[in-house]
């Protein structure tokens, strides 16, 4: 037990040392810092002048409703005499930055084009074209002889409640928010499994590639060497998460922001996490240990990526139909699926998550996901052992054999 | 009781690696292996150390199978030197070190001792790739050795050193042979264990074609060479009664004479017949046993 815990240090340390990871950490870091300040960072680089549109009104009466409605704090507009072709010039020259026509047509309704140099500033056109629309509703509601108060009771939208019959069903908010959770989480999961995944494999690549692994297997059995591996990259990993989060936390309160509110998860139930908790950790048991064993087969690094490939897409699988049971997650394809051990960690959790799924259905995905596991990491520290010392060409299913053979007698 | 081997057969499938291999190395013994590439060697060593279960028969340490709760006993020194390239020289030996069960203090004092000894005290906190092959080649050794294990394997010890480095080497493996520890190596190279060794295995397809000890072999094996230099009709000899084997160097020849007799007989016949400035009997070499037991040149 004493040597799991010296792999397990050892693994944390040196991890942790790594240049590449402290640059990786910074990085994301000051990632997570300006996307909690991005309102203030797009405010700074976008300049306080207002647009200024110079408009010509040939319908001699619209003009002063269309001040009216527009928004001053963004657009200021500014009447100017009928030289549509000086305008234009002047638009290019810069001196206005967008020229608006307004007009009617033949039935009486009113028509506006707007000119400007590009049209990769898409606000000032939107705002425009909704307040001209406006303009259009007054017109034909005065048209049909409507009263300003008609013109509100129309407009209302019509009431839409939404109550679940099932007793355990959750409400709209809870669920709203649940599968703000769900989501988070199996997005949280799918990046987890997809980076420290691969740097188990490298990592026990790279010690079979510098042929350390001889001596280490000499020293360590196989299986206390496989748990310290992964347990001391979990360790890394959740550091690493830690930070993230602490950064994130921070970043947001200083921006002053409610973080529980914007993530909308003040209202998450205990049990939701407990079960987010211990399916992430037996989804990242049952592919550390897939990830390990395909590393220890591999001879040199280059061929790990190749290597893995087959599980990554299992887990990218796993998250699209996730992704696809995030709104149906009670078809029959969803719940079936949940019972792949494989797939259980993020689709039994989407289920318990967003419906009230039955305890032995969640009961029976466990038994078998820790079953496959526990035979994943026997076969596993077979192969590992084996597997290290055999070196040469690729092809993983014969490897595989044939490692477990060295291991015979 | 040492280190024996009892009838130890490994196969790989339809292949034999290692055919009813017997072995005794006494405690504080020094054994040599000796076998050209892919006769035996490192396979025989990865089940002394149980990376590998033998086939057939056993290998016992003290009476006792090798498990992991006795790592802390053994030290090895693989064929293919492998250490973390990334990871100071000092980091690595001490997680090496503890990994085989040792204190960090202990290590400590021991790792300074032997860096010191192989004058490489400067590089203990550089990476291990930063340093020579050589360099290397030196911390692997000490990182075998660094725990003071009582069975000592090296596999391939002296490959790739300059001839100062294989001197440097050879002292330090004497002196732990000093201090009790036993000691198995494999070479390809016959001088190094015909110099170190007093019990030697020659393996050949993973048969040993020659095992014992080494001064018992080469009395019982009673040819011994002789070494003539001088002017005259010395490849006549090639023809005298009692030589079996002889081989024309720049200054005159070397027989291989059926015994000690011939010897004197040949010197009666030189006698007045040529110049002979050197007239000398040798004990036969590994070599001589090798091609007389097997029948072919030792590659």
Redesign the interface.
Known sequence: M??FW??LG?TYI?KLK?KAFLITTAMTCLLIIGLANIQTIVEFFTSDEKERVAVIDRTGSLYKSLEKQVNREEITLTKIIDMEDEAKKAVKEGEWDGLLVLSMNAEGWPEAVYYTNTLANNRTAEELKGVVNQLKTAISAAKIGLTEEQIAVLGRPASFQKIALEENAKTEEELNQARSLVYILLFAMYMFVLMYGGMIATEVAT?KS????????????PVQQLFGKIIGVALVSLTQFFVFFAVGFAALKTSGQEVWRLLGLDHVPLSIWMYALIFFMLGYFLYAVLFAVLGSLVSRVEDVQPAITPVMLVVVAAFMIAMFGLNTPESAFVIGASFIPFFTPMLMFLRVGLVSVPLWEVVLSFILLAATIVLLIYIGAKVY?GGV?MYGRMNIFKDMKQAV????? | MGLEIIEVTKRFGETTAVDRLTLTVPEGGMFGLLGANGAGKTTTFRMILGLLLPTEGVIRWQGETIDYAKSHLIGYLPEERGLYPKLKVQEQLLYLGRLRGMKKADLLSEMNHWLERFHIRDYANKRVEELSKGNQQKIQFIAAVLHRPKLLILDEPFSGLDPVNVELLKEAVLDLRQNGTTIVFSSHRMEHVEELCEHVCILRRGQAVVSGALRELKRSFGRKNLLVHGEGALEELERFPGVLRCKRTAEGVRLQIANEETAQAIFAHLAGKATVRLFALEEPSLNDIFIEKVGAAYE
Do not use: G
């Open positions: 004493n040597k010296l792999v050892h040196t790594a010690e510098s042929r350390v692994m001889e001596i280490l297997v000499s020293s360590v059995s052992r010392l053979q060295l291991t015979k007698k």
